[in-house]
């Protein structure tokens, strides 16, 4: 009997201590990167800064001007007069010109602009995320508007997830608002 007793209480025991040992302490995960710091990454990996943010010239040669991040071309800006037939005369012959700070393009399709992508009311305040993503994904302003020019990557931005978009978004959303309203696009010269 005592043989029994015995036998009882290790059998409870057992189950108990077989789920102790086998549990490990969870393992601390990394915290979780935040939407904005996600974006940030995103933007400075993508180049966004190469045209979207006018450049300042130092002894390096030209740099991002920080006070003006992602504000787009420089509304005040006159572009230079090309002479004629240097670019856009014959839409089979591709080539193209940018000013000194890399913010307007002109090529066949005429000359773009690169957009003002700061939370300021002539840049992307009144847009949402659903939105952006919907530029990025059709390549058309606001989703379903005009079509994004050259050089404007959004066929590489486009095969991003909604998650990391929305990340960009959420950065662009966190910087400083910087008024510059952006010209429209010119068409090309009809020759």
Excluded at 67 to 88: D, F, I, K, W
């Amino acid at each position: 009997m005592r043989t029994a007793s015995l036998a009882r209480p290790f059998r409870l025991c057992f189950p108990l201590i077989a789920v102790v040992a086998c549990s490990s302490p969870q393992a601390k995960s990394e915290p979780a990167q935040s939407a904005v710091a996600r974006g940030a990454y995103l933007v400075n990996f993508g180049g966004c800064n190469d045209c979207h943010t006018p450049k300042v010239f130092s002894a390096a040669g030209p740099a991002p001007d920080t006070t003006r991040l992602l504000s787009g071309h420089p509304a005040e800006t006159q572009l230079p007069v090309l002479p004629a037939g240097v670019v856009g005369a014959d839409p089979t012959k591709w080539g193209a010109v940018t000013t000194g700070d890399l913010t307007a393009w002109s090529g066949p399709w005429g000359t773009s602009f690169a957009a003002n992508l700061t939370p300021d009311a002539t840049g992307l305040a009144t847009w949402n995320d659903s939105l952006f993503i919907a530029t990025m994904r059709t390549g058309k302003h606001w989703g379903s508007g005009r079509q994004i020019l050259p050089p404007m990557p959004w066929f590489s931005l486009n095969v991003l997830t909604d998650d990391d978009l929305r990340a960009v978004f959420a950065y662009l959303r966190s910087i400083k608002p910087v008024a510059n309203l952006v010209p429209q696009p010119v068409p090309p010269a009809v020759p």
